[in-house]
């Protein structure tokens, strides 16, 4: 297709008003069928939920309506009765939050030790925190049940059914990823600077709080998103790892789901309230992970 | 540059002791950089012996035990079976092993499939995103709005849309295009598999393009100019520039894409709950229904432990494989 373009294209082109790198004709044509292809296919599922939320019941339960016959609000208002929507919310926000706060102040410690000094058994690290990634979920599953559970007993301190233990379990997922990008980060910033700092009377903890943190913004906000996402997504632990008390929105939402009788409007509004937290967060912030990125982990 | 100096200094401090040391100080200072990097290690340590390592080295000990529901509350009493529970594992002839053998073909093609597709999106979109246009940032913001989502809604959404009486899926299929004579289930049966295809890639070729996306920018700028001025058409400048500079970045991406998808658990497990059909039966869900549907964890954990195995020889054949590739073409 864009091969039999015409090899003087591109250079007569930059007498015009364009670089010499501008497309020929035939290429904007293909991006704009396959990325229209790829917007339908995206978007479509956005529409439903969309749509579907603040339709009457009758138009979900019935055959499928481009166009909603008529437009309702009550679903979002239903979603909170129906099943205790407000709890799964705030043990999710409670848990993805704590996770993520936890997962990026160790990340941070780590990437720095491992950017920054060179230590007998730092290449065992690396590879084993990064090959963590392999594990199959279900192969840590049970065991790490059975020791929340004796450690509980052992101790007192309550790790399964809590919070604090998801909190636990999540911050690890996250964890090698964020060590693995920090690493890239702290790497691209010019140890000189750290050094100066150390020169000039800070600590090794004072050059990294105040010269590399501020410098490495990006790649921490990068890892933060990156870190809640995975613990507001996480569905296998969290449906064995809670409680009635500490159930999750992953829990609570999967359950309202597969009922017998499913009203699909107000699950619709629920996935949509469930999502704009997050979708809005990571939209927002979504250049420093393309920067965070660039600069660390794809290098 | 400066960046050499600092870790020689520091190697040095380890071993022979340092070219120019600091006066009187100096000692003190030494040793505590030398701990310091354990230190600032540990909290990132602990936790991922707490809940990876100790769990998975429990979890091989289980796999040699015959750890049935009548050990549960004290699995240490549970009797050991030596390579029992993977005899019964991969025992091909009897219906423990021949499902999970049937689990871990379906595994592979979907893996493949999968994969392939996500790959191929996101490199498509970010390709052709490389140049500015207008909208370009409402279109990359859409674009990564599935990555963004929780898994769990998006999979939601999707059943809807699957529905029999009511979804989007056969409304367009069957009412708009008359594809089918009836109206096709998409969540149970043979096309359960599609439909599983469909919200993997749904969801996962955002990343593949978020990454490339990053990938494209490391290219310099003037690569591109200078073959254009050499009469390099878009195809060519593809497969001569584009393609190869991001040989690095595809090598860890479809790694990354493998894996997760290998051991995908979250997409099944909330599409089909507890009983996935055996079309869309992928391992992960397979042994989570051995280990908690008929409560024999021992011969879960021997599956796990197999799963692990096959990945780790995966990534081992691949990594020298894919960086010896990488070397004879730079």
């Keep these: 297709m864009p091969e039999t373009a015409p090899a003087g294209t591109a250079p007569r082109r930059t007498s015009g008003y364009r670089s010499p790198t501008a497309p020929p004709r035939s290429m904007i044509v293909t991006r704009w069928i396959v990325l229209g292809l790829l917007t339908a296919f995206t978007g479509l599922p956005i529409y439903v939920m969309a749509t579907g939320s603040l339709k009457p019941l009758r138009d979900v339960s019935g055959e499928f309506r481009w166009i909603p016959s008529g437009l309702t609000l009550r679903p979002y208002a239903d979603i909170w009765h129906t099943i205790p929507l407000g709890r799964y919310f705030l043990n999710s926000l409670i848990i993805a939050g704590g996770a993520t706060v936890c997962s990026v102040v160790v990340a941070v410690f780590a990437a720095y030790a491992v950017s920054r000094y060179s230590f007998r058994g730092r290449r065992v690290f690396t590879v084993t925190v990064l090959s963590t990634q392999m594990f199959p979920g279900i192969l840590f599953l049970l065991p790490l049940f059975l020791i929340y559970v004796n450690v509980g007993n052992y101790t007192g301190l309550q790790l399964y059914g809590s919070r604090g233990g998801l909190i636990l379990t999540y911050l690890t997922f996250s964890l090698p990823f964020s060590i693995w990008m920090l690493v890239g980060y702290f790497d691209s910033i010019p140890k000189g600077l750290d050094e100066a700092a150390q020169v000039d009377g800070c600590g090794p903890v004072g050059a990294l709080l105040r010269v590399v943190l501020p410098a490495a913004v990006p790649g921490i906000v990068a890892v933060a998103i990156y870190a809640f996402m995975t613990a507001w997504g996480e569905v296998l632990f969290a449906s064995v790892m809670t409680d009635d008390r500490t159930r999750t929105l992953a829990v609570g939402l999967q359950g309202y789901a597969t009922q017998n009788d499913v009203y699909w409007n107000q699950v619709m509004a629920a996935s949509l309230v469930v999502s704009v937290p997050v979708v809005a967060g990571f939209l927002l912030l979504q250049r420093y992970l393309v920067t965070g990125l660039t600069a660390g982990a794809v290098k | ?330």
């Excluded at chain 2, 050499?4 to 070219?19: C, D, I, M, Y």
């Excluded at chain 2, 490199?123 to 995103?129: D, R, Y």
């Excluded at chain 2, 939601?156 to 009836?182: A, E, K, P, Y």
């Excluded at chain 2, 040989?247 to 997409?267: A, G, H, I």
Aim: charged share 15%; hydrophobic share 50%.
């Design chain 2, 1 to 330: 540059m400066t960046t050499t100096t600092p870790r020689l200094r520091r190697a040095g401090g380890k071993g022979a002791p340092p070219a120019a040391p600091p006066a009187r100080r100096g000692a003190a200072r030494r040793i505590r950089r030398g701990s310091l990097p354990y230190l600032f290690l540990l909290p990132a340590l602990a936790l991922e012996l707490l809940v990876h390592l100790v769990p998975m080295i429990v979890g091989i000990v289980m796999s040699f035990k015959g750890l049935t529901q009548f050990y549960i509350r004290n699995w240490n009493e549970a009797p050991w079976t030596g390579l029992g529970n993977y005899k019964v594992a991969v025992d091909v002839d009897a219906p423990v092993g021949a499902d999970l053998l049937r689990s871990f073909t379906v595994t592979c093609a979907f893996t493949l499939l999968a994969v392939g597709l996500a790959w191929l999106l996101g490199t498509a979109a970010a390709v052709l995103m490389q140049d500015a246009f207008r909208g370009r940032g409402w279109l990359r913001a859409l674009f990564l709005t599935p990555y963004a989502l929780p898994v769990y809604t998006s999979v939601i959404v999707w059943m809807f849309m699957f529905q029999h009486d009511n979804g989007l899926v056969n409304h367009v299929v069957h009412d708009q295009l008359h594809l089918t004579s009836g109206r096709p289930f998409w969540l149970i049966g043979d096309n359960s598999f599609v439909a599983l295809l469909t919200v993997s890639v749904w969801r996962n070729w955002p990343f593949a393009f978020l990454i490339i996306t990053a990938g494209l920018q490391n290219i310099p700028r003037d690569l591109y100019e200078a073959s254009a001025i050499d009469g390099a058409g878009v195809w060519r400048q593809l497969r001569a520039i584009t393609l190869p500079s991001l040989r690095p970045v595809n090598q860890v991406l479809v790694l990354v894409l493998f894996l997760w998808t290998f051991n995908d658990f979250n997409v099944p497990f909330v599409m089909f709950g507890g009983s996935a059909p055996p079309r869309a039966d992928l391992i992960s869900v397979h042994i989570y229904q051995a280990s908690f549907v008929t409560w024999n964890f021992g011969t879960g954990s021997a599956m796990s432990v197999l799963l692990l195995l096959f990945l780790l020889l995966v990534t081992a054949v691949y990594l020298p494989v894919t960086a010896k590739l990488r070397g004879r073409d730079a």
